[in-house]
């Protein structure tokens, strides 16, 4: 029985080749990862301070936000589980591309070359899914975010205070400058 080293090598480079989408799989389970981290951080924390507060609006607020840190977890481990998924079928196709090409016979290589075909298409769309649950994920989370007190200052009540001394007899006056193109009425004070 003689080896093929050049058979053997171009195996080798083939089956080599996924390792890449490998790297960027295991990339993108750590940034995952590391939001989930600060969803379930987040969670205790607001859990936490709801527990100790008597103020309703304050509870009604936290249940809210913990509604919508449930979802965005649940997406989260979601998006892990797809991308594992992704991981351990390019591992698969890995082995499938290496044994189809070791294989003698030419209906073995082809079924082998089917197989690595079908389970590398298939972590393809299990990447791709695991990216949409991540774009939800991430939309989610701005998704409770009130930006109105940017655009109204006036409506916290430490900024409030802040303005109306600002603009008390013997207060030096602030230039306004507005930027041009703006069309969001943001004007910064300079």
């Given at each position: 029985m003689s080896i093929d080293v050049s058979n053997i090598t171009h195996s080798i480079q083939l089956a080599v080749a996924p390792v890449f989408f490998l790297t960027g799989v295991a990339g993108m389970i750590g940034a995952v990862a590391g939001?989930?981290?600060?969803?379930?951080?987040?969670?205790?924390?607001l859990e936490?301070?709801?527990?100790?507060?008597?103020?309703?609006?304050?509870?009604q607020r936290s249940l809210l936000e913990l509604s919508f840190l449930r979802r965005r977890g649940r997406l989260a481990n979601l998006c892990i589980g797809l991308l594992t998924l992704c991981g351990a079928l390019i591992a698969l196709t890995i082995i499938l591309l290496f044994v189809g090409q070791t294989t003698k016979s030419e209906f073995d290589a082809n079924s082998w070359s089917l197989a690595a075909m079908f389970s590398f298409g298939l972590g393809v769309v299990s990447f791709v899914s695991a990216l949409c649950c991540f774009m939800v994920e991430t939309m989610m989370?701005?998704?409770?975010?009130?930006?109105?007190?940017?655009?109204?200052?006036?409506?916290?009540?430490?900024?409030?205070?802040?303005?109306?001394?600002?603009?008390?007899?013997?207060?030096?006056?602030?230039?306004?400058?507005?930027?041009?193109?703006?069309?969001?009425?943001?004007?910064?004070?300079?």
């Amino acid at each position: 029985m003689s080896i093929d080293v050049s058979n053997i090598t171009h195996s080798i480079q083939l089956a080599v080749a996924p390792v890449f989408f490998l790297t960027g799989v295991a990339g993108m389970i750590g940034a995952v990862a590391g939001r989930l981290a600060r969803i379930i951080d987040r969670g205790r924390v607001l859990e936490d301070r709801m527990m100790a507060s008597k103020d309703e609006e304050y509870v009604q607020r936290s249940l809210l936000e913990l509604s919508f840190l449930r979802r965005r977890g649940r997406l989260a481990n979601l998006c892990i589980g797809l991308l594992t998924l992704c991981g351990a079928l390019i591992a698969l196709t890995i082995i499938l591309l290496f044994v189809g090409q070791t294989t003698k016979s030419e209906f073995d290589a082809n079924s082998w070359s089917l197989a690595a075909m079908f389970s590398f298409g298939l972590g393809v769309v299990s990447f791709v899914s695991a990216l949409c649950c991540f774009m939800v994920e991430t939309m989610m989370a701005t998704q409770l975010l009130n930006f109105h007190p940017l655009r109204q200052p006036g409506t916290i009540p430490c900024m409030a205070t802040a303005q109306s001394a600002a603009t008390a007899p013997g207060a030096a006056a602030r230039k306004v400058v507005a930027e041009p193109g703006r069309q969001d009425g943001f004007m910064p004070q300079v």
